[in-house]
């Protein structure tokens, strides 16, 4: 029986409007080009939720889903950073990424509430200001954010850059974009919260794939 094809490492992007037969392609590259014993191969997904969904379906497939990564483009352009740039220039974790960004809002939330540019999540905590409900709360907006930086990397751009409005499209015309509601404002507020503290990388940081 012959063995696996030969084949050099690279990069293959796979395009399709069906989850299902994407993966299926993978599959079947990957049951005919199998890594070393020692080799790994990362999948890139554009969602935690596909990506969980993928494990699951590699292993029923295959049996046992070893050797491989399955990770969002921004993890995998930050791990590819810290690899150039060393550990000395790079953090181990982004601090957008949504477990990081979720402890942040945790311990701001007290104090944000009090300004009143955050008066909606001041009214949420007042029902119940207990640690559990504000963990709720920094789970959603981090949850929020990082669905932005995933598909709306336009909006965080113009609300970074101090404009209050919403891009139709990305590259869209400026012109064309609508002012965000009043009672939405807050997120861009606080989308500039975020960054003013976390400084000169902030543009950097906030630019993920």
């Excluded at 993966?23 to 890139?44: M, Q, Y």
């Excluded at 409900?133 to 909006?155: I, S």
């Amino acid at each position: 029986m012959p063995g696996p094809t030969p084949f050099s490492p690279g990069f293959v992007v796979l395009h399709g409007n069906r989850i299902e037969d994407l993966a299926e392609v993978a599959l079947d590259w990957l049951a005919s080009h199998p890594p070393g014993p020692l080799d790994e191969e990362t999948l890139l997904v554009p969602s935690s939720g596909m990506a969980e969904w993928l494990k699951a379906t590699m292993a029923t497939r295959l049996g046992v889903a070893a050797g491989f990564r399955v990770e969002l483009p921004a993890q995998f352009t930050w791990r590819a950073w810290r690899a150039v740039l060393g550990p000395a220039a790079v953090p181990a974790a982004s601090p957008l990424d949504k477990v990081p960004l979720t402890w942040w809002l945790m311990r701001r939330l007290p104090l944000l509430a009090r300004q009143v540019a955050f008066a909606p999540l001041a009214g949420f905590l007042a029902v119940d200001d207990s640690p559990l409900r504000r963990l709720e709360l920094a789970g959603r907006l981090a949850d929020l954010f990082d669905q932005y930086q995933v598909y709306r990397p336009d909006w965080l751009a113009d609300w970074a850059a101090g404009h209050d409005r919403l891009a139709r499209a990305p590259g869209a015309p400026a012109a064309t974009a609508v002012p965000l509601p009043p009672g939405q404002r807050w997120q861009a507020a606080l989308w500039r919260a975020l960054l003013a503290e976390l400084g000169t990388a902030a543009d950097a940081l906030s630019s993920r794939p």
